[in-house]
């Protein structure tokens, strides 16, 4: 079983759909969560962390379940720009040490988002 | 604002050579993270810095090395390569902090191919 899981989709929507990512993890004692975004053959980049009180920018929203352990990210309005791989990311370090943070990915959720 | 510089950006080496991949962190960031990124796979851990010390290690093979230098650039060397070496290589960086509060980010990643 994989650390992370999420489905792979992919996720095709109209723009203006409202769409929504979950995730799985395996490590109770994981820390932090994130989510971040992969544009073809580009690098991750951070989308937003993953708080215990769920948080929102702007059109997204994540929530974090520790007891279930499930990470899900909602994206209200969507854009044309926002058709990327969506990567449900936790830092599986559990003793909070310097430099020992290795982030394990699930393997992404594809989004298209048609005109 | 600065970001995460790596070079080269392209790189082709034949079976059995060597290569070198460089990593320079944001400015004022002391740790970095190596991961390896498949042909559809999503990222794997392969090791880190902090502080000029390896502080964690994943699945990095024997034939691979990695240093951090007093300026906090990082190399990745990489022997005897074999076609499953070819991957994207990405290097992270971040401000070392405890309790699993680091946030790290990405370079543009280094494309290898090995023929």
């Known amino acids: 079983r994989k650390e992370v899981e999420q489905d792979p989709g992919p996720f095709n929507v109209p723009e203006g759909a409202t769409v929504a990512f979950n995730c799985t993890y395996s490590n109770s004692a994981s820390q932090s969560f994130f989510w971040y975004r992969q544009d073809c053959r580009k690098e991750p980049k951070l989308l937003m962390s993953v708080y215990s009180s769920g948080n929102e920018d702007g059109r997204f929203t994540a929530q974090l379940n520790r007891a279930s352990q499930y990470i899900s990210l909602l994206i209200r309005d969507s854009k044309l720009s926002d058709s990327a791989t969506y990567l449900c990311?936790?830092?599986?370090?559990?003793?909070?040490?310097?430099?020992?943070?290795?982030?394990?990915f699930g393997q992404g959720t594809r989004l298209t988002i048609n005109p | 604002a600065a970001g995460v510089i790596q070079s080269p950006r392209h790189l082709i080496k034949e079976k059995r050579e060597t290569a070198t991949l460089k990593c320079y962190p944001i400015p004022r960031h002391d740790t970095v993270y190596w991961y390896q990124q498949g042909p559809g796979q999503d990222p794997q851990f392969l090791i880190s810095f902090y502080e000029k010390m390896q502080s964690d290690k994943g699945s990095i093979p024997d034939r691979f090395s990695a240093q951090q230098f007093s300026d906090y650039h990082s190399e990745l060397n990489m022997s005897s390569l074999e076609l499953g070496d070819s991957a994207l290589y990405f290097c992270?960086?971040?401000?070392?902090?405890?309790?699993?509060?680091?946030?790290?980010?990405f370079g543009p990643g280094t494309r290898l191919l090995v023929l």
């Open positions: 992270a960086s971040s401000l070392g902090s405890s309790g699993g509060r680091e946030t790290q980010y």
């Open positions: 990311v936790v830092n599986m370090d559990s003793l909070g040490i310097q430099g020992a943070q290795k982030l394990v």
